[in-house]
């Protein structure tokens, strides 16, 4: 018999068997720093969120290349010495 007293029993049961405060606070205007200086605002678990990269400063989206300067690879160096 669907319905009984016993099935909402067992099904009573496991509800509340399950852990409270599962889940992380969610922020609804978190806030992304990118090291550009823009700012954005999402919803995220975290309050406070800083980058180094964003749409306004990756290469990819800006068609620019002059963000780092990175030390050239050991063999190059060798090469130069």
């Not at 678990?45 to 990175?70: D, F, M, W």
Request: glycine share 4%.
């Amino acid at each position: 018999m669907a319905g009984t007293r016993s099935d909402e029993r067992v099904r009573n049961d496991r509800i509340n068997i399950m852990k409270k405060d599962l889940h992380p606070k969610y922020h609804e205007k978190a806030k992304i720093a990118c090291a550009c200086g823009a700012i954005y605002e999402v919803g995220s678990t975290e309050p406070e969120i800083s980058v180094e990269l964003c749409a306004n400063c990756h290469p990819l989206y800006t068609g620019k290349q002059n963000l780092l300067k990175r030390p050239l690879p050991l063999r190059t160096r060798r090469k130069n010495l």
